[in-house]
C-alpha cells in the first residue's frame, strides 16, 4: 500500500532521515518507535508531504505521491497532531467538517457525519457540535482531532504523537475509545511515538528508530524477543518486565517468575 | 480667553463650511485608507511568505513614516502638483507602514500547528489564507488599520497646505489669524472624528468569528462607500477656481471682503502661498490672493486685479527711523528720502524676480539698481558714527535695506552696520523701539493692522485711500513711538488678487469687478 525507498531528508547539515526503505501492507499498524530526534515525526510527514525528502521515492497504491498535487493527496490521508492543531475560530462540528467541506460534500452529509463521528467519540453532538475548541478540555480537543483526521474515512491514517500530551488517564481513556472505533478496522494506520508501552499497545509491525535509520523493523514480539542487537536490547531493558509479562499466558506462574527474576538480575 | 459660547457661535456660523470639511475630510481619510489597504494588506501577505522581501519592504514603509509630513508634501508637489492627488498619495504612504507590519506581525502570529493542520487536512495555500491565516490575524490587522485611520486624520489636516481641503482649512486659517476659535473648530471634529473612527473600527476589531467574516467581506464596501464623500463635493462646476491662503481666507480684507463688498462668488480651494503660484502657472488654479510685488508675479507672467472697490488696505513701504537718530545725524533723512517714489509695483517686481528666480545677490540686485538711477557712489568710509539697519526676513527687505546702506556710506561719513533677518513685524518693531536697531523698511497696512490696530470703523475709513493710511501711520507713530515716517518709496505690496496675464486678457479682466460680474455671467 505505501512503499518508501531510499528517502533521505536533511535539515542543513543534520541527516534527519538517512536513506530509509519499507513497505507497508493495507490495514496495517505500524509505528515508527524511537527518541526525540531520531526521524520518526520527518518520516511521517514525508508521506503526506508536509515535508519533501531530498531523494528518494514514495508511492501509495503503486502510484508516486510527487505525482498528484499535495492538497489531493492530503484529502485522502488523515492526519492527527499531537497538539491537535484544531481551529480556534472553528467550532467543534465545523473543525470535523473541514475535509468534507474541501472535497465538496453537501452540507448534509457533513452534519450528519460530524454527529456520527462525534458520538463514536462520546462527545455528545447536541452539547459539543456548536461549541470552540478552547471551551473542550485537553482529551476532548484530541477525541476532535481523531474524529477530523477520520471525517472523510480516509483510506490512511497518520498520528503524530497523538496521545502525547494528555495527562496518563486521559490518555489511557481516549487511546480505549480509539482502540475500539470500529472505523479503523481496514484502515492503514502510521503512528509515531516515544512510548514504547504504546507502541506495543497498538503496533502490527514496530520501526524503532536512531538517528535516522530503522534500527530494527518487526512485530513486538521480535523486538522484544530478538533483539537486533545492544541498542534495541537496551531501548526496551527499562520496560523488559512488565511487556513481557502482558505476553505470558494467564495462570503460567513459572514463566511469570523467570521473567520478573531475569528483569531483576539486570537491574542489580 | 474666548469663552465656550463664541466658539460655539463660530461653529453655529460657520455650520456649512464646517460640514463640508468635516465631510471632505472623512473622505479623504478613507480614499487613501482604502488604497492603503488595497495596497498593504497584499504586501503584508507577500512578505510573510518572501521573508527577503520583508526588511526592504518593511524598512521602505519606515522611511516613508519618518519623514515629516509637511517635508513629504513639498516632495511630492513637483511631481504631482497640487490638490487631492498629492494629497490621498501622501496620506497613503504615512498609513502604509501599521497596514503593512501588522499584516505581516498577525500572520507569522498565527500558532504555526494551527497552519501546518490547515495544510495536512489539504487546504490550498489561497485556502489556508482566507480560511484560516487572515481570520485568525483580523484582530492585528484590524490595529494596524486602526493606527493608519487615526494617522490619517490627524495627517489630513495638512491636506488643506495643497488645496485639497478638510478641517486643515480652519486650523491654518487660524493659527495665521490667531483666531483661537477657528482653530478649534478645525481641531476639536478632527479630534472627535479620530476618536469616533478608532472606536467604530475598534467595535470591528473585536467582532466575533461569525460577524468577523461578514465583517470582512463588507470592509471594502464600506471604505468604498466612505471613500465617495470627497469625490461628491468636488462634483459641481464652475469656470474659474480661486486657491487662497488660510489667511486670506478669514481676513475682512481678504475673502470675507471680497464676498461682502464685491459680492464675488467663486469656487474657492485653501493652499498654501509656497505652492499657490506654481498652481495657478500649472493651471490649476485661476484666480490667487498674493502680494503684489512678489517676484513671481513675474516669473508666471500674471497680472494683478486692480481692487477697485478698495478693500485691501495700501501697503506702501516707507523707512521708519527712530526721533534720537534723526536729530543726532540731520544729513540721514534727505538721503534716506533718496529712494522716495522711484521705486513703483513693477520695478520692485522685478527686483523681487532677480533675486528670487535668478539668483542675484539681494547687494548685486540693489548696487545695479543705483547704477542704473545714477544714484550710486563709492562708499565714503566715514568715521561720524553708525547706524544699525534692520530688516524682516524676505528678499525685498534685504533688497532695499542694502540700498539704504550704499546710500547712507556713499552720500554720508557714517558707517552702517545691518541687522537683515529680523523675524516678522513684531520682532523688528521691537528692536526698533527697543533701541536693537536704528531703522528699517516698514508697509503703511502692516503698521495700522498688525502695530496700531485702531477700532474696525476707523480702518474701514482710513483704508480707502494710500494717503490717509499714511498719513495717520506717521502721526501716530510719532506720537506714539516716537518714531518719524520717512517718505513712501512707492510701490504697495499689498493683498491682490492675480490671474495669468492671458486668460485675464482673453475673459477681459482687469479689476475684481470685472470678475464678480464675469462669473455670475457665467452662472446665468
Known sequence: MI???????????????????????????????????????????MINRLLEPDHGE????????????????????????????????????????????????????????AIELMEKLRLPSEQYGAAY???????????????????????????????????????????????????????????????????????????????GKVVQEGTPDQLLFEPAGEYVRTF????????????????????????????KNRHR | MDHPESLWSFMHEQSAKLLQQTIQHIGLTFISLFITVLVGLPLGIYITRNKRAAGLVLGFAGVMQTIPSIALLGFLIPVLGIGPIPAITALFLYALLPVIR????????????????????????????????????????????RTATVINVGVGTLAAYIAAGGLGEFIFGGIALNNTNMILAGAIPAALLAILLDFLLSLLQRAGNRSRRVALGLLPLVLLCLSSFYVLPLGYSSRLLAGFTPEFMGRRDGDIG???????????????????????????????????????????????LEDDRKIFPPYYAAPVVRNEVMEKYPELAPVLNMLAGRINDSVMTDLNFRV????????????????????????????????????????EQYILTDMYSMLVRGYTDLEVSSKTGLGGTKICFEALTHDQIDMYPEYTGTALLAILQPP????????????????????????????????PIGFNNAYALMMRRAQARQLRIQTITDLTNYLKKDRS
Open chain 2, 102 to 145: 501588522n499584516t505581516y506581525a498577525g500572520i507569522n502570529g498565527v500558532d504555526p500547528g494551527v497552519k501546518e493542520a490547515a495544510l495536512a487536512m489539504g487546504m490550498t495555500g489561497w485556502q489556508r489564507l482566507i480560511r484560516v491565516d487572515l481570520v485568525l490575524a483580523f484582530p492585528v490587522i484590524m490595529a494596524g488599520i
Open chain 1, 58 to 113: 514514495i508511492a501509495i497504491d503503486g502510484v508516486s505521491i510527487y505525482v498528484q498535487r499535495p492538497e489531493e493527496l492530503r484529502r485522502k490521508i488523515g492526519y492527527v497532531f499531537q497538539n491537535n492543531g484544531l481551529f480556534p475560530h472553528y467550532t467543534i462540528s465545523e473543525n470535523i467538517s473541514i475535509v468534507p467541506r474541501l472535497l465538496g460534500w453537501d452540507k448534509k452529509r457533513m452534519a450528519a457525519r
Open chain 2, 356 to 395: 528670487e528666480y535668478l539668483n542675484q545677490s539681494p547687494e548685486q540686485c540693489a548696487r545695479d539698481f543705483l547704477v542704473a538711477q545714477g544714484l550710486y557712489r563709492a562708499p565714503r568710509n566715514g568715521k561720524r558714527g553708525v547706524v544699525r539697519l534692520g530688516s524682516k526676513i524676505f528678499p
Open chain 2, 258 to 304: 471680497l464676498r461682502a463688498v464685491y459680492g464675488l462668488n467663486i469656487r474657492t480651494v485653501v493652499i498654501s502661498d509656497a505652492v499657490m503660484y506654481k498652481a495657478i502657472f500649472n493651471r490649476k488654479l485661476d484666480v490667487i490672493s498674493g502680494y503684489s510685488t512678489d517676484g513671481r508675479l513675474k516669473a508666471y507672467d500674471l497680472v494683478t
Open chain 1, 133 to 211: 475548541p478552547f471551551q473542550l478540555s485537553g482529551g476532548q480537543q484530541q477525541r476532535v482531532g481523531i474524529a477530523r483526521a477520520l471525517a472523510a474515512d480516509p483510506p490512511i491514517l497518520l498520528m503524530d504523537e497523538p496521545f502525547g500530551a494528555l495527562d496518563p488517564i486521559t490518555r489511557s481513556a481516549v487511546k480505549k475509545d480509539f482502540k475500539e472505533l470500529d472505523e479503523l478496522r481496514s484502515k492503514t494506520i502510521v503512528l509515531v511515538t516515544h512510548d514504547v508501552q504504546e507502541a506495543f499497545e497498538l503496533a502490527d509491525r514496530i520501526f524503532l528508530m536512531d538517528k
Open chain 1, 3 to 45: 512503499s518508501v525507498k531510499n528517502v533521505t531528508k536533511t535539515f542543513g547539515s543534520y541527516k534527519a532521515v538517512d536513506d530509509i526503505s519499507f513497505s507497508i501492507k493495507q490495514g496495517e499498524n505500524i509505528v515508527f518507535l524511537g527518541t526525540s530526534g531520531s526521524g520518526k515525526t520527518t518520516l511521517l510527514k
Open chain 1, 236 to 263: 526496551f531493558e527499562e520496560q523488559r518486565f512488565p511487556l513481557e509479562a502482558e505476553r505470558i499466558a494467564a495462570g503460567d506462574y513459572p514463566a511469570l517468575i523467570r521473567a520478573f527474576d531475569k528483569f
Open chain 2, 456 to 487: 474696525a470703523a476707523e480702518t474701514a475709513r482710513l483704508t480707502v485711500s494710500r494717503d490717509s493710511v499714511y498719513n495717520y501711520v506717521k502721526a501716530a507713530m510719532q506720537r506714539d513711538y516716537h518714531l518719524t515716517w520717512l517718505s
